[in-house]
RNA sequence: GCCGCGUUGGUCAAUCGGUUAAGACGCCUCCCUUUCACGGAGGAAUGAGGGGUUCGACUCCCCUACGCGGUACCA
């Protein structure tokens, strides 16, 4: 019926006002006839009746006083056929019978805001009406338009906060959280993105942003979605927290890949009954934001004396990891010995010269009084003069043989992870593969 | 088509009439580091266009252009 008054002119008709006179309904119809219709079971739809040029005026806490003429709007279905309601209906009742206060939602309601408003004038009263928000989109990055799982997938980032199937199209989504970002960084990257709070602060804490935030300086405009800045946050937190605040999470990663931590590494577990409910937590750690319910408590333990080697190894080289994911990557050569060695990138410089050394240098560590990093580096480099071969020579071999390639922190850091035994034994091996 | 909302470097963005137009991400150079990073110092790069108002406009007004959103018995 609606199709025929569609033209290349006005490609989208409005039911209104004007084109309802047109059209078989219960306003032109006889009621003698709709009665007879309604008995005969014809399906129907109820709509909602606008008065034509009326002024819809609301505030939106983003963008002020905003007003829309009632000629531009349809008579939009409330009720569908099969007797169900449109968003329409369903959100003003939802909302009215949830005594919400503040509406939150995307700019692409912004058009439908004056429906919702007459509908609440004439259900229930625009005194008991929530206060409206309308928040920016977040576009793609390429192009324009609003960010979609699409894009996503196209180019390589998570969309969805968690994992999550569709339960329309049975398609999964990867999440920030499984791809290996903080909650914290999660929450700061989306605060930040459509506001600021006018100074050059750019990371916050959840504490920070509950005092901090204010609509009045969010955005009208969207902002394109930039996944290495999104990449950015994360590290900088991952670089300001202490490991206890995602250890937890990171040992699943390992254990993940198969490999497993020894128990005499992990931190000791908290028995929570000892420790008393945490109310507030403070410490100067950058306020120390609480992750999910076992991080908070294991952050709450961060004090704790006793050091763990899993935790220290996260420490080291937390520098160097952008995402979760990139520890395992890091460190796991502190847990099993390296899967590869890059032999090539020792071998061409290799001479007999440096063979000798390494030999002699299985001699003394064995004989180290001390197993500590400065002390290693002072014997080594000690060695390296009485040899007359450059510290530097020697140090790339060094470390090659024992993570296996040309990363990682400071050498003799590593050696005094790793304990004389098995340094010793990765650089006899290495050896036999130069030989 | 119509209605609404927008428009400062590649991206996120500050500025609420007077600044050399901040800062961050990314990119480039250098320093530190005998690895990879971290860190430090620099660099390139911005007001969509046109009219007004004003002593003075990125900032206020109008027009145009462009973009986005909506225009469903989807949300």
């Given amino acids: 019926m609606r199709e025929k008054h569609k033209s290349a002119d006005n490609p989208s008709p409005q039911y209104n006002h004007t084109l309802r006179k047109k059209m078989r309904n219960s306003l032109q119809l006889d009621p003698a006839e709709t009665e007879s219709l309604l008995a005969a079971g014809t399906p129907y739809v109820i709509r909602i009746k606008l008065e034509p040029d009326e002024e819809v005026t609301f505030t939106d806490m983003i963008r002020g006083t905003v007003t829309f003429n009632t000629t531009g709007?349809?008579?939009?279905?409330?009720?569908?056929?099969?007797?169900m309601p449109t968003y329409h209906l369903a959100v003003v009742v939802d909302d009215h019978l949830m005594e919400i206060t503040h509406a939150f939602r995307g700019e692409e309601w912004l058009p439908s805001a004056p429906v919702h408003i007459l509908l609440w004038r004439y259900l229930f009263?625009?005194?008991?009406?929530?206060?409206?928000?309308?928040?920016?989109?977040?576009?793609?990055?390429?192009?324009?338009?609003?960010?979609?799982?699409r894009d996503?997938?196209?180019?390589?980032?998570?969309?969805?906060?968690?994992?999550?199937?569709?339960?329309?199209?049975?398609?999964?989504?990867?999440?920030?959280?499984?791809t290996g970002f903080l909650p914290v960084a999660f929450v700061n990257l989306l605060a930040v993105l459509g506001w600021n709070d006018g100074s050059n602060q750019e990371l916050y804490t959840m504490e920070e942003l509950i005092e901090k935030f204010s609509m009045d300086r969010v955005h009208k405009g969207g902002a394109k979605f930039d996944f290495e800045k999104a990449k950015w946050f994360n590290h900088e937190w991952i670089k300001r927290l202490p490991a206890s605040a995602y250890s937890a999470t990171v040992l699943e990663l390992f254990r993940a890949q198969g490999i497993d931590i020894p128990e005499a590494d992990l931190p000791k577990p908290i028995d929570r009954g000892d420790l008393p409910l945490p109310v507030t937590i403070t410490t100067d750690?950058?306020?120390?934001?609480?992750?999910?319910?076992?991080?908070?408590?294991?952050?709450?333990?961060?004090?704790?004396p006793a050091p763990n080697r899993f935790e220290t190894i996260l420490d080291l080289v937390k520098d160097r990891c952008t995402l979760l994911p990139d520890f395992v990557q890091q460190s796991a050569f502190f847990f099993r010995p390296p899967v590869t060695i890059d032999i090539d990138?020792?071998?061409?410089?290799?001479?007999?010269?440096?063979?000798?050394?390494?030999?002699?240098?299985?001699?003394?560590?064995?004989?180290?009084q001390t197993w500590e990093g400065p002390a290693l580096e002072t014997n080594f480099?000690?060695?390296?003069?009485?040899?007359?071969?450059?510290?530097?020579?020697l140090l790339l071999p060094l470390r090659v043989m024992l993570v296996g390639g040309k990363f990682g922190p400071h050498v003799f850091d590593i050696a005094a992870l790793l304990g004389r035994e098995e340094t010793v034994r990765r650089i006899k091996h290495s050896l036999g593969l130069l030989a």
């Fill in 73 to 83: 709007i349809d008579d939009k279905v409330l009720l569908k056929a099969d007797g």
């Fill in 285 to 304: 750690v950058a306020g120390f934001p609480a992750m999910d319910d076992s991080e908070l408590w294991l952050s709450l333990a961060a004090e704790r």
């Fill in 345 to 368: 990138a020792v071998k061409p410089k290799w001479t007999d010269g440096k063979k000798l050394f390494f030999v002699e240098l299985i001699r003394q560590l064995e004989l180290a």
């Fill in 381 to 393: 480099k000690e060695m390296a003069a009485a040899a007359a071969i450059k510290p530097g020579e």
């Fill in 152 to 178: 996503g997938d196209r180019l390589g980032f998570p969309v969805f906060a968690m994992n999550w199937t569709d339960p329309r199209t049975k398609e999964p989504a990867t999440g920030f959280r499984e």
């Fill in 125 to 149: 009263g625009e005194d008991k009406m929530p206060e409206w928000a309308h928040l920016p989109l977040i576009l793609k990055p390429d192009g324009n338009g609003k960010l979609s799982k």
